[in-house]
């Protein structure tokens, strides 16, 4: 036994271990594997995330860290080619579920007219797009599955123009590490880079060929099959390139945030 090991024989082992597993239980087969049995012990994992577990505190400190270590492991993992599952017109949700921090009569009204999407960060192009803009950039269409962590997911149809085109016109540094986004709601998030530029990453202003409406989003969301929900940020008004992480707003309370699906 260690010395932290011995610190720790009063907290609960079991449940900060199960809490721990929890969190690297998001990854899939080969990161298992690379994790295997020995290492999933909380003296294995606190010697990976360098925390010594002695209170509360530092058990919150703990898991954040394991949080973090699987970021590292699923951006590793990640491969840029490699395509989400798609789906056809039939297979499509309908009516498909809405879902925010508050009820769908308060999802933010956006006045389309007015509105101007700000770039910003490590970009060349600091400039603010209308919707008008945006709207004569190259096009696509995808019908893929979003899933949430609270416990749906359905399958829909978003169009809108594909990301990686979008922060290469602006000339965004892509060796950087992180896009922010920040919301109409008071929601932001941020994603990797390698994300950012995956093929089916879509600024979407359409769903099932219609413009956004206000529940899903309105006047843009990213649209992103390769994350999981809460890393798609509806209303966008602001888009930056950082390598300052720039967290999110569940990420911030706790979710795993590279949130791969
Ligand atoms: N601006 C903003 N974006 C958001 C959210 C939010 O509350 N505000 N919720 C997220 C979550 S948890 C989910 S599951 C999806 C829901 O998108 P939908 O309403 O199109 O189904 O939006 C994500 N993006
Ligand atoms: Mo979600």
Redesign the pocket.
């Known amino acids: 036994m260690n010395t932290n090991e011995r610190k720790i024989v009063t907290l609960d082992r079991a449940a900060i271990l199960t809490d721990a597993r929890r969190e690297l239980g998001k990854l899939d087969m080969p990161s298992r594997r690379l994790f295997g049995k020995r290492l999933l012990t909380l003296g294995g994992l606190s010697m990976l995330t360098g925390c010594s577990i002695t209170d509360e505190a530092s058990v919150n400190t703990f898991l954040t860290a394991v949080s973090r270590l699987n970021d590292r492991v699923q951006a590793w993992l990640f491969d840029p080619h490699q395509l989400a599952p798609t789906y056809s017109e039939a297979q499509i949700t309908r009516p498909?579920?809405?879902?925010?921090?508050y009820s769908v009569d308060e999802a933010p009204v956006v006045d389309g007219g007015s509105y101007r999407l700000k770039l910003s960060g490590l970009v060349t192009g600091q400039r603010v797009w209308t919707l008008p803009e945006l709207y004569t950039l190259p096009h696509a269409e995808q019908i893929t599955r979003?899933i949430?962590v609270e416990g749906w997911s359905a399958i829909g149809r978003w169009g809108g123009t594909p990301f990686a085109g979008f922060l290469r016109r602006v000339g965004a540094d892509t060796s950087a590490k992180y896009v922010g986004f920040r919301?109409a709601?008071d929601?932001y998030e941020s994603i990797d880079m390698a994300t950012a530029l995956h093929p089916q990453t879509l600024l979407a202003f359409d769903y099932d060929g219609e413009r956004l409406p206000a529940?899903?989003?309105y006047p843009m969301k990213l649209r992103m099959p390769t994350k999981l929900?809460?890393k798609?940020?509806?209303?966008i008004v602001e888009i930056f390139v950082t390598n300052t992480y720039p967290g999110g707003y569940w990420v911030d309370q706790g979710y795993n945030w590279f949130g791969g699906s």
């Open positions: 498909f579920p809405f879902n925010a921090f979003h949430c919301c709601d929601y529940k899903y989003g929900g809460y798609n940020p509806k209303h």
